[in-house]
T-cell receptor
Framework: SQQGEEDPQALSIQEGENATMNCSYKTSINNLQWYRQNSGRGLVHLILIRSNEREKHSGRLRVTLDTSKKSSSLLITASRAADTASYFCATDGWEGGGADGLTFGKGTHLIIQP | EAQVTQNPRYLITVTGKKLTVTCSQNMNHEYMSWYRQDPGLGLRQIYYSMNVEVTDKGDVPEGYKVSRKEKRNFPLILESPSPNQTSLYFC?????????????FGSGTRLTVV
């Protein structure tokens, strides 16, 4: 099954700066989702972008999707210490009608320095 | 509060001693899934269920069993645990699969098999 691949693996920035994470995937998708995970805790759904959408916003989050390049980016603006977490992209593919669920990348670990 | 509840949060067991990790959701979701998370490997799907009495293998099903007798519950069974099943396990649910709904995750079960 296809797998998203986040880049970079780790990112450390100063509070107030913007953080950008990228995700690449391999095959056609229905939609792509981003999740946040605080250390050892469950993942929290952040935002979903469908294959026919190019950009989506939610608060300080901005997601873009380029299906021709099979890539997505997550931008967090005006970062805060509480944004420190791991961020995962997950693809919902069309194989089998999407019944096999989401396939996750390995994540980007974001550290916001105060 | 809408949630996915996993129990136990932590479990240390010995090789070969059967165990069950419970998962329950209160959102009337049709789709439920189990993932394991390992360093460097990300999240990998173990089993999923489209609805009551409908289950199927994910990417890493060996050594695991599941059942879906009721809509709200989706237990993960390790009949004869081995040390390579030491991992962080997550249960997740979604309204339905393949329609672009986000997943709700449980808080995780950290399993150690000695």
């Amino acid at each position: 099954s296809q797998q998203g691949e986040e880049d970079p693996q780790a990112l450390s920035i100063q509070e107030g700066e913007n953080a950008t994470m990228n995700c690449s995937y391999k095959t056609s998708i229905n939609n792509l989702q981003w999740y946040r995970q605080n250390s050892g805790r469950g993942l929290v759904h952040l935002i979903l972008i469908r294959s026919n959408e190019r950009e989506k916003h939610s608060g300080r989050l901005r997601v873009t999707l380029d299906t021709s390049k099979k890539s997505s980016s997550l931008l967090i603006t005006a970062s805060r210490a509480a944004d420190t977490a791991s961020y995962f992209c997950a693809t919902d593919g069309w194989e089998g009608g999407g019944a096999d669920g989401l396939t996750f990348g390995k994540g980007t670990h974001l550290i916001i320095q105060p | 509060e809408a949630q996915v509840t996993q129990n136990p949060r932590y479990l240390i067991t010995v090789t070969g001693k059967k165990l069950t990790v419970t998962c329950s959701q209160n959102m009337n979701h049709e789709y439920m899934s189990w993932y394991r998370q390992d360093p460097g490997l990300g999240l990998r799907q173990i089993y999923y269920s489209m609805n009551v009495e409908v289950t199927d293998k994910g990417d890493v099903p060996e050594g695991y069993k599941v059942s879906r007798k009721e809509k709200r519950n989706f237990p993960l069974i390790l009949e004869s645990p081995s040390p390579n099943q030491t991992s962080l396990y997550f249960c997740a649910s979604s309204l339905t699969a393949g329609e672009g709904y986000g997943y709700t995750f449980g808080s995780g079960t950290r399993l150690t098999v000695v």
